[in-house]
């Protein structure tokens, strides 16, 4: 498993690459607690998408992506598409996928098939993801 570089302009690239089906793009970090705890949930979820896609982004420096590499292992993400930071200007990435973030984690960005995006700072279980999720996975 490799992290696809993720620099600027990759919020959009992904956003035009995924156009006209829902796409939850998920920042994450090893370094941020409810990510890890959360990283299972999103494994379950990801394993039961239909109709709409899902990527994950990491936040971490190189110097911290085995340990990425091996938690993503370790709750079955394997098979998922996956994004490093690869740009030392952070701020910048934060800004292209919202200009309120600030990096605060974790941070999901729910992005309609038309292109409207929604974000929500927080884990999986705040309201928002959850209604968004009811309204396009199939059991």
Same mark, same amino acid.
């Given at each position: 498993m $490799? &992290? @696809?570089p993720y620099g600027r302009g990759a919020f959009g690239q992904l956003t035009k690459a995924h156009a006209g089906k829902p796409l939850i793009v998920h920042y994450w970090s090893v370094t941020c607690p409810p990510c890890l705890v959360e990283l299972p949930?999103?494994?379950k979820i990801a394993a039961e @998408? @239909? %109709?709409f896609d899902i990527v994950f982004v990491?936040? $971490?420096g190189d110097d911290e992506r085995a340990r990425a590499? =091996?938690?993503i292992e370790k709750v079955g993400l394997s098979r998922a598409e996956h994004y %490093? &930071? =690869?740009d030392a200007f952070v701020e910048k990435l934060? &800004?292209?996928a919202d200009s309120a973030w600030r990096g605060e984690l974790p941070f999901t960005a729910l992005v309609a098939p038309d292109g409207g995006v929604v974000t929500v700072t927080g884990a999986v279980d705040d309201p928002l993801i959850v209604e968004w999720l009811e309204k396009r996975v199939r059991k």
């Open positions: $490799d &992290f @696809k949930q999103w494994a @998408k @239909k %109709g990491n936040t $971490d590499q =091996a938690r %490093g &930071f =690869a934060y &800004f292209e």
